[in-house]
C-alpha cells in the first residue's frame, strides 16, 4: 500500500517555540493531505485540510495563525506549531489521500511542549 | 453537523466473536470508514462501506445500513493483537474527503 511519512516521530520543546512537521507522500502524490490532533484516550480531531498550492481550510476552532500549513508541493505538507504551549502538547497526524476513498496515515509525531 | 456514536469500551475473549455498533446523524451520505488503532499508532484502514449490506475481508466484516444510520464492525475469532481501538468514520458529505471520526471504541480481548 501507499505511505505516508512524518518527522520528526517526536518532539520536545519549550513553551514559546515553534516546531515544524512534515508529512510526506513517498510513493504517489497527493493534492489533498489532512491534519488532525489526537489527546490521550480521545479519537482524531481534524484540524485542517491541506491543498496543494493553495491555502488550507481549517476547521471551526482552529487558530490558522497558530497551526501554520504549507502544501508546497504533491507529496510535502508541513504543520507548523508557532509559539506553542504545554496545552499543545498531543499526537499529531496527518494523512494523505490516494484516489477517491484511501486515505493513508502518517505515523504520527508526539509532541511535548514543556 | 455531524454527530457519530459508538460505544466507550467493550471487552470479549479470545476466540471469540464481537460487534462494534456506531450511528450516526449527517446531514447527507458519503461513506464510512472503519479504522483500527493501536496505542501511540496511526490508524490503519480496515473497511469502506458506501451502499448498504455487509462487506467481508478475512476476519473482519462491515456492514451499513443508509437508512438506520447505522453501521457495525464484526470481528470473528478473536486474537490478544486485536485488542486496540476501533474507529467509526463518516466522510464529509459536502464533498471532498473530508473525514469526521467517532470517539472510538477500545476492545479488549482477554485469554
Known amino acids: 500500500g501507499a505511505v505516508v511519512s512524518q518527522h520528526p516521530s517526536w518532539v520536545i520543546c519549550k513553551s514559546g517555540t515553534s516546531v515544524k512537521i512534515e508529512c510526506r507522500s513517498l510513493d504517489f502524490q497527493a493534492t489533498t493531505m489532512f491534519w488532525y490532533r489526537q489527546f490521550p484516550k480521545q479519537s482524531l480531531m481534524l484540524m485542517a485540510t491541506s491543498n496543494e498550492g493553495s491555502k488550507a481550510t481549517y476547521e471551526q476552532g482552529v487558530e490558522k495563525d497558530k497551526f501554520l500549513i504549507n502544501h508546497a508541493s504533491l507529496t510535502l505538507s508541513t504543520l507548523t506549531v508557532t509559539s506553542a504551549h504545554p496545552e499543545d502538547s498531543s499526537f499529531y497526524i496527518c494523512s494523505a489521500i490516494l484516489g477517491i476513498d484511501e486515505q493513508y496515515f502518517g505515523p504520527g509525531t508526539r509532541l511535548t511542549v514543556t | 453537523g455531524q454527530n457519530i456514536d459508538q460505544p466507550t469500551e467493550m471487552t470479549a475473549t479470545e476466540g471469540a466473536i464481537v460487534q462494534i455498533n456506531c450511528t450516526y446523524q449527517t446531514s447527507g451520505f458519503n461513506g464510512l470508514f472503519w479504522y483500527q488503532q493501536h496505542a501511540g499508532e496511526a490508524p490503519t484502514f480496515l473497511s469502506y462501506?458506501?451502499?448498504?449490506g455487509l462487506e467481508e475481508k478475512g476476519r473482519f466484516s462491515s456492514f451499513l445500513s443508509r437508512s438506520k444510520g447505522y453501521s457495525y464492525l464484526l470481528l470473528k475469532e478473536l486474537q490478544m493483537k486485536d485488542s486496540a481501538s476501533y474507529l467509526c468514520?463518516?466522510?464529509?458529505?459536502?464533498?471532498?474527503?473530508?473525514?469526521?471520526f467517532g470517539a472510538g471504541t477500545r476492545l479488549f480481548v482477554k485469554a
Open positions: 462501506n458506501v451502499l448498504d
Open positions: 468514520a463518516v466522510r464529509d458529505p459536502g464533498g471532498g474527503f473530508k473525514t469526521i
